[in-house]
């Protein structure tokens, strides 16, 4: 019972957090001094590209990986799920590819695999033994595709699984009906 509690506090308190930091997305943002930068034009029209942005989410997955803020938001649904490990090991495997220095490469490599592939690991994901032991050869001989596979797994995991649950989530349905009421009863005053 006080577990249940816990959670639910927990949950509120995330959600509210999430609601904090997407206010750009339903509120006239506060750009300190950037706001002599843009025009009141330019200023409504980042805000309707940031909420367009946010409900752009739910088409598909890849809208969703492809934005900073919508990463951030499904990061923060999956910590409320404790499952925020695939979304690292595919972030880390996307870093990990932009490494050109051969030398950083391996020691990367067997970072990254200590972190989240080995058996055991402090942030293990969800990837069959197979899956596990090709990884596990490929850091013999590191290159940036060495965790191709085993991010496809994560990858398809997260986008079948954690993804449809994230879009039926009470957060992200919640700030898209904020969004569309914003977006609604502006057009109402204009």
């Not at 695999?113 to 990837?127: D, G, H, S, Y």
């Amino acid at each position: 019972m006080e577990l249940c509690l816990f959670l639910s506090v927990f949950n509120l308190t995330l959600a509210k957090q999430l609601k904090t930091r997407l206010g750009i997305l339903l509120h006239k943002p506060e750009l300190g001094h950037e706001a002599e930068s843009f025009s009141t034009s330019e200023q409504g029209t980042k805000l309707r590209n940031s909420s367009e942005e946010a409900l752009e989410w739910k088409k598909s997955f890849d809208h969703l990986l492809k934005s900073r803020n919508g990463v951030a938001t499904f990061h923060a649904f999956l910590k409320t799920e404790f499952s925020e490990e695939n979304l690292e090991f595919w972030l880390a495997c996307e870093e990990f590819k932009k490494s050109r220095s051969k030398t950083k490469l391996s020691s990367k490599a067997h970072r990254i695999f200590k972190e989240f592939v080995q058996n055991e690991a402090p942030k293990e994901v969800n990837i069959d033994h197979e899956t596990r032991e090709i990884t596990r050869k490929n850091l013999t001989a590191a290159t940036s595709s060495c965790f191709d596979a085993a991010q496809a797994k994560t990858r398809t995991l997260m986008e079948k699984d954690s993804y449809p649950r994230f879009l039926k989530s009470t957060s992200y349905q919640d700030l898209t009906e904020q969004i569309t009421s914003h977006s609604t009863s502006k057009r109402l005053h204009t």
